[in-house]
């Protein structure tokens, strides 16, 4: 076990190297991280009254922060366990429910939604209820990875148990957090930007990342998977990102009926060649 770990290590290492030296620093961004540290602090103001979807026991707001701004955070998850786990103090209150399903008094400042979406199999529903829980010009900020990725496209063909064994034999540290069912419905930025946008919420911030590590663990078919994403870049552009960060402002209200409608002329027009 220690020589298969050590192999693995060694593999990662060369890896890191590999970005480091002949990969673009546009491809390196890691957008968890990115979303976390960076593009989700731009749209945090004081006062605000924040709905986090899907955040569970991880809250994306910390104490500090909170304390800081004044803010009332409530969270949403259809787990009642996970959002018990969470840090007393840091939800205000919390709400059990399926985000496919909810449906939310149009109250919040911001909603916070990551890496979520892509285990919801009705994105559209999800967004429907999104654009309910937001007051008018509220914000709702999302990071997801892309159905487009190639960690994607294997996560959607492997059967569950194995995808689940073989991820957190390479990496350990992922058996918190993840190994949830995914579904990467309509998951791409094209596909977002269609759905929101029939649901009263407009586009104004997004960031594309093309970084993942899912292959990092074996050298020669990282350098094969990093070809591909350039390739894919030059090809496809924004749809070959591995994951992506969207900010929108809710615009006006939608009504249902319109929704449910627009909801089914949405396709599926961005997949990967």
């Given at each position: 076990m220690n020589l298969v770990r050590s192999f693995i290590e060694f593999n990662c290492r060369w890896s890191n190297k590999f970005d480091s030296l002949a990969i673009p620093e546009k491809f390196r961004k890691d957008g968890?991280?990115?979303?976390?540290?960076?593009?989700?602090?731009?749209?945090?103001?004081?006062?605000?009254k924040i709905v986090d979807v899907g955040g569970g026991k991880q809250p994306y707001i910390d104490r500090e922060t909170k304390?800081?701004?004044?803010?009332?955070?409530?969270?949403?998850?259809?787990?009642?366990?996970?959002?018990?786990?969470?840090?007393?103090?840091?939800?205000?209150?919390?709400i059990c429910a399926d985000i496919t399903s909810f449906s939310g008094d149009a109250t919040a400042d911001l909603v916070i939604c990551q890496a979520l979406l892509?285990?919801?199999?009705?994105?559209?529903?999800?967004?429907?209820?999104i654009a309910s829980i937001l007051k008018k010009d509220g914000t709702a900020i999302i990071f997801v990875p892309s159905r487009n990725?190639?960690?994607?496209?294997?996560?959607?063909?492997?059967?569950?148990?194995?995808k689940r064994?073989?991820?957190?034999?390479i990496f350990p540290h992922m058996r918190t957090g993840h190994g949830f069912p995914s579904y990467y419905d309509h998951c791409t930025p094209a596909d977002f930007r269609k759905i929101?946008?029939?649901?009263?919420?407009?586009?104004?911030?997004?960031?594309?990342?093309?970084?993942?590590s899912y292959f990092s663990f074996l050298f020669p078919v990282y350098v094969l998977w990093r070809l591909w994403v350039i390739l894919f870049w030059l090809a496809k552009r924004d749809q070959a990102a591995e994951t992506f960060s969207m900010a929108?402002?809710?615009?006006?209200?939608?009504?249902?009926?319109?929704s449910e409608g627009r909801k089914r002329e949405v396709t599926d027009d961005a997949m990967a060649p």
């Open positions: 968890n991280d990115d979303f976390r540290r960076s593009f989700a602090r731009l749209f945090l103001k004081p006062g605000m304390k800081r701004l004044g803010l009332t955070v409530t969270g949403l998850d259809i787990d009642a366990g996970e959002l018990s786990k969470a840090p007393k103090g840091l939800y205000d209150e919390t892509e285990h919801v199999k009705d994105v559209s529903a999800a967004f429907e209820s990725a190639v960690f994607a496209r294997l996560n959607l063909l492997l059967p569950e148990r194995l064994s073989l991820m957190f034999f929101a946008a029939a649901r009263g919420l407009r586009l104004v911030d997004s960031r594309l990342y093309y970084q993942s929108f402002v809710k615009t006006h209200h939608c009504d249902p009926g319109i």
